[in-house]
């Protein structure tokens, strides 16, 4: 009998173990998208605590099961990994995969499926500082105009990727600062050798930031500490 009585309270007590760690588990949805609006299809989701793999639909979503304090890790061929740190009330997790620099890169994203629509990647022009030299630039005007074939910048500091839509209504283009929309009358603060990457969407792949991308969209992204 009291052989019989421990086995039953060692399995309560796995059961019990069993509906705690259940318990502690929780599924989160999640998007992987490059350059803030495209989908990135395929990529991969690598859970860190159960070692699990999935992969983004068409749409660039996925579910996936983690753990208290997990980290996924997403990566696709041609961009960039990114690490994401999960908190313990998280639900949905936004990742923007960074396109690695070159052409190659942009291949890669197209020949693999990553990116469904190759018209909206080719709409993205990109530079970054590991291209080339932005310090022989006197301004960010200067370097704009000189290295994106067909985007203008009017005496104002307008910047005019799609052309003079209206005579009444302006046609210059949204900037967007570290992820911040600011007035272009900052970018003359702003030295070009404190620039990490400029990338100029039009078409589609602005639609993201609704009537204010309609004219275009310029996102700029500063150096920070640890950048060299």
């Given at each position: 009998?009291?052989?019989?009585?421990?086995?039953?309270?060692?399995?309560?007590?796995?059961?019990?173990?069993?509906?705690?760690?259940?318990?502690?588990?929780?599924?989160?949805?999640?998007?992987?998208?490059?350059?803030?609006?495209?989908?990135?299809?395929?990529?991969?989701?690598?859970?860190?605590?159960?070692?699990?793999?999935?992969?983004?639909?068409?749409?660039?979503?996925?579910?996936v099961k983690v753990n208290p304090g997990d980290q996924l890790r997403v990566q696709a061929k041609g961009f960039t990994?990114?690490?994401?740190?999960?908190?313990?009330?998280?639900?949905?997790?936004?990742?923007?995969?960074?396109?690695?620099?070159?052409?190659?890169?942009?291949?890669?994203?197209?020949?693999?499926?990553?990116?469904?629509?190759?018209?909206?990647?080719?709409?993205?022009?990109?530079?970054?500082?590991?291209?080339?030299?932005?310090?022989?630039?006197?301004?960010?005007?200067?370097?704009?105009?000189?290295?994106?074939?067909?985007?203008?910048?009017?005496?104002?500091?307008?910047?005019?990727?799609?052309?003079?839509?209206?005579?009444?209504?302006?046609?210059?283009?949204?900037?967007?600062?570290?992820?911040?929309?600011?007035?272009?009358?900052?970018?003359?603060?702003?030295?070009?050798?404190?620039?990490?990457?400029?990338?100029?969407?039009?078409?589609?792949?602005?639609?993201?930031?609704?009537?204010?991308?309609?004219?275009?969209?310029?996102?700029?992204?500063?150096?920070?500490?640890?950048?060299?």
């Amino acid at each position: 009998m009291k052989i019989n009585f421990l086995k039953l309270i060692v399995i309560g007590l796995f059961v019990v173990l069993g509906v705690q760690v259940k318990a502690q588990s929780q599924m989160i949805r999640g998007v992987v998208t490059t350059f803030d609006s495209i989908a990135v299809i395929g990529a991969e989701i690598i859970v860190k605590s159960t070692k699990e793999v999935i992969k983004s639909d068409t749409l660039g979503r996925f579910t996936v099961k983690v753990n208290p304090g997990d980290q996924l890790r997403v990566q696709a061929k041609g961009f960039t990994s990114e690490k994401v740190k999960l908190e313990d009330n998280t639900k949905l997790v936004a990742v923007n995969l960074k396109l690695k620099p070159g052409e190659k890169s942009k291949e890669y994203a197209i020949g693999y499926g990553y990116v469904k629509d190759a018209e909206k990647l080719n709409a993205v022009a990109q530079l970054t500082s590991k291209q080339m030299d932005f310090s022989q630039y006197s301004d960010i005007y200067d370097l704009i105009r000189g290295r994106f074939a067909g985007v203008q910048v009017q005496s104002n500091g307008d910047i005019i990727i799609r052309g003079v839509n209206s005579i009444n209504l302006s046609s210059a283009a949204l900037i967007v600062l570290d992820g911040i929309t600011v007035d272009q009358s900052v970018l003359s603060s702003i030295s070009p050798t404190n620039v990490k990457s400029i990338n100029i969407l039009k078409d589609g792949s602005s639609a993201i930031y609704g009537a204010r991308g309609a004219n275009g969209v310029v996102l700029i992204e500063t150096k920070r500490g640890d950048d060299e």
